[in-house]
């Protein structure tokens, strides 16, 4: 009698060829992933730990956002000397160890103008919603104060020549709150976001003191070519500008003149003087539902 294997069932010792086909394309494949990372390690830092710089910083300077209560004066020295330590290590990777700890020197020597800054922005969104009801409300809940303070923190470290970082750093309020602020963008003082989901602030934005920006806001350029890297791409939003939801503002020389109000889907791109009231006309219709429905008016 001839023993036969049953089916489904893999000779003793023996592998499928195609196993084995699979079993050395995958390893050929993983060689190739060592490779590719070997060449492109760059010794980014890990996003947690900017998330927790991002954390520590705000969290010390606001109360509101700390897990901790109280501080004395000497613990808030010692937790600022810390976080001086932590954006050292953040840096070193892009600038070496001597760079970094001038960077993290000099960034310390900013936190001071950080805080009244910040403060200033928390002020005019107190003062700017007629929800908000407090200080304390609009530090610990609203989107908004998040993204500028993390805003003004990036800004501060971009402006101290330090690569990538800062827009680590910015994505962290970007992931956080759905506002994409730009490290490289120019901000004044008293900046109020009301809501603020869906805001893109490009590049080389400039936006002056006591601006007001509702969500969908986008503050963009005219074109994404490569070749435009280092120019100024993205408009100039002068003093006391209010821009409604959704509005669009693109280019760089387009100017928005100061006290001017750009209300809700306006797309611009040409330039308006002070005092300027800006706005887009749409046309709705009320009808009773009895009178049916054509195809058009669900036309997008």
Same mark, same amino acid.
């Given at each position: 009698?001839?023993?036969?294997?049953?089916?489904?069932?893999?000779?003793?010792?023996?592998?499928?060829?195609?196993?084995?086909?699979?079993?050395?394309?995958?390893?050929?494949?993983?060689?190739?992933?060592?490779?590719?990372?070997?060449?492109?390690?760059?010794?980014?830092?890990?996003?947690?730990?900017?998330?927790?710089?991002?954390?520590?910083?705000?969290?010390?300077?606001?109360?509101?956002?700390?897990?901790?209560?109280?501080?004395?004066?000497?613990?808030?020295?010692?937790?600022?000397?810390?976080?001086?330590?932590?954006?050292?290590?953040?840096?070193?990777?892009?600038?070496?160890?001597?760079?970094?700890?001038?960077?993290?020197? @000099?960034?310390?020597? %900013?936190? *001071?103008?950080?805080?009244?800054?910040?403060? #200033?922005? /928390?002020? +005019?969104? &107190?003062? =700017?919603?007629?929800?908000?009801?407090?200080?304390?409300?609009?530090?610990?809940?609203?989107?908004?104060?998040?993204?500028?303070?993390?805003?003004?923190?990036?800004?501060?470290?971009?402006?101290?020549?330090?690569?990538?970082?800062?827009?680590?750093?910015?994505?962290?309020?970007?992931?956080?709150?759905?506002?994409?602020?730009?490290?490289?963008?120019?901000?004044?003082?008293?900046?109020?976001?009301?809501?603020?989901?869906?805001?893109?602030?490009?590049?080389?934005?400039?936006?002056?003191?006591?601006?007001?920006?509702?969500?969908?806001?986008?503050?963009?350029?005219?074109?994404?070519?490569?070749?435009? @890297?280092?120019?100024? %791409?993205? *408009?100039?939003?002068?003093?006391?500008?209010? #821009?409604? /939801?959704? +509005?669009? &503002?693109? =280019?760089?020389?387009?100017?928005?003149?100061?006290?001017?109000?750009?209300?809700?889907?306006?797309?611009?791109?040409?330039?308006?003087?002070?005092?300027?009231?800006?706005?887009?006309?749409?046309?709705?219709?009320?009808?009773?539902?009895?009178?049916?429905?054509?195809?058009?008016?669900?036309?997008?």
């Amino acid at each position: 009698m001839i023993a036969t294997q049953p089916a489904g069932r893999l000779p003793l010792g023996g592998t499928l060829p195609h196993m084995t086909d699979a079993h050395e394309r995958e390893h050929a494949f993983a060689e190739e992933l060592v490779d590719a990372r070997r060449r492109q390690s760059s010794g980014l830092p890990l996003k947690r730990n900017v998330a927790a710089f991002v954390d520590g910083l705000l969290g010390l300077l606001f109360p509101q956002l700390a897990e901790e209560g109280g501080a004395s004066a000497e613990e808030i020295q010692a937790r600022l000397s810390l976080l001086r330590r932590d954006l050292r290590d953040l840096v070193a990777p892009f600038d070496g160890p001597g760079h970094a700890e001038e960077v993290a020197r @000099a960034f310390g020597d %900013r936190v *001071p103008d950080l805080y009244a800054s910040i403060h #200033l922005d /928390a002020d +005019a969104i &107190v003062a =700017g919603d007629p929800a908000a009801e407090s200080i304390d409300e609009v530090v610990a809940a609203y989107p908004g104060f998040l993204a500028i303070g993390t805003h003004r923190i990036a800004h501060a470290i971009h402006g101290l020549g330090v690569p990538v970082l800062p827009r680590l750093i910015s994505e962290v309020a970007h992931t956080r709150t759905g506002i994409d602020i730009h490290p490289g963008a120019t901000i004044g003082r008293s900046f109020c976001i009301d809501h603020g989901t869906g805001i893109v602030v490009g590049e080389t934005a400039i936006i002056g003191d006591d601006v007001k920006l509702y969500q969908g806001v986008t503050l963009g350029a005219m074109s994404v070519a490569k070749s435009l @890297a280092g120019s100024k %791409r993205h *408009p100039t939003i002068e003093d006391r500008v209010v #821009l409604y /939801a959704n +509005a669009t &503002v693109l =280019g760089g020389e387009t100017v928005v003149g100061h006290d001017s109000v750009v209300g809700g889907n306006v797309w611009l791109t040409n330039s308006v003087p002070p005092y300027s009231l800006v706005y887009h006309t749409s046309q709705v219709r009320v009808r009773s539902v009895s009178d049916g429905f054509a195809d058009a008016d669900f036309v997008i």
